[in-house]
T-cell receptor, first 117, second 112 residues
Framework: AQTVTQSQPEMSVQEAETVTLSCTYD???????LFWYKQPPSRQMILVIRQEAYKQQNATENRFSVNFQKAAKSFSLKISDSQLGDAAMYFCAYRRGYGGSQGNLIFGKGTKLSVKP | SQTIHQWPATLVQPVGSPLSLECTVEGTSNPNLYWYRQAAGRGLQLLFYSVGIGQISSEVPQNLSASRPQDRQFILSSKKLLLSDSGFYLCAWSNGASPTQYFGPGTRLTVL
């Protein structure tokens, strides 16, 4: 079975600095998707970024980028120029690439990010 | 654009009482729908998913059930709540062409 591990329960970053959140996963499949979701105090899960396993290029969304290392099964999230609004729980998630709607998300336990002014 | 609604936002229920949580999606048709539960300090666990009206798949055996009476409506129910049912319940949707799931605002359920 697929598993997702986030080894950093909590992280802290100074405003305007850069922080990297780690995620590793275990799968025997070659086709899959990886996601980072943000959960602010309101608790609504917000999509931050998505990576397709077949793409070698790392995904980027404004200040958010990933370092996808397929062979190492590593998927880290880099937040540049951190802002106070980035403070939240961040979840890494895996979804297999086949099976249509049955490719459900498997989540890590999350990393709580604090941003210091 | 698509939006997803959940209600109620907060619910406090006694043990043994029934439960009904509702999720609706606007701006899309024939979405895939999902119910997740997030226990305190933990990640999300998939409970049910649906690919169409009346089609429900269960991922975790428990005293909860789900129904999809309309294309964009997904309901989570229980006949008798347990203390262990407390948690944060999130509904999500996706369309058949994309693997991405989008989440609703959630319902905080406390069973006393």
């Amino acid at each position: 079975a697929q598993t997702v591990t986030q080894s950093q329960p909590e992280m802290s970053v100074q405003e305007a600095e850069t922080v990297t959140l780690s995620c590793t996963y275990d799968t025997s499949e070659s086709d899959y998707y990886l996601f980072w979701y943000k959960q602010p105090p309101s608790r609504q899960m917000i999509l931050v970024i998505r990576q397709e396993a077949y793409k070698q290029q790392n995904a980027t969304e404004n200040r958010f980028s990933v370092n996808f290392q397929k062979a190492a099964k590593s998927f880290s999230l880099k937040i540049s120029d951190s802002q106070l609004g980035d403070a939240a729980m961040y979840f890494c998630a895996y979804r297999r690439g086949y099976g249509g709607s049955q490719g459900n998300l498997i989540f890590g336990k999350g990393t709580k990010l604090s941003v210091k002014p | 654009s698509q939006t997803i609604h959940q209600w109620p936002a907060t619910l406090v229920q006694p043990v043994g009482s029934p439960l009904s949580l509702e999720c609706t999606v606007e701006g899309t048709s024939n979405p895939n729908l999902y119910w997740y539960r997030q226990a305190a300090g933990r990640g999300l666990q998939l409970l049910f998913y649906s690919v169409g009206i009346g089609q429900i798949s269960s991922e975790v055996p428990q005293n909860l059930s789900a129904s999809r009476p309309q294309d964009r409506q997904f309901i989570l129910s229980s006949k008798k709540l347990l203390l262990s049912d407390s948690g944060f319940y999130l509904c999500a949707w996706s369309n058949g062409a994309s693997p991405t799931q989008y989440f609703g605002p959630g319902t905080r359920l406390t069973v006393l």
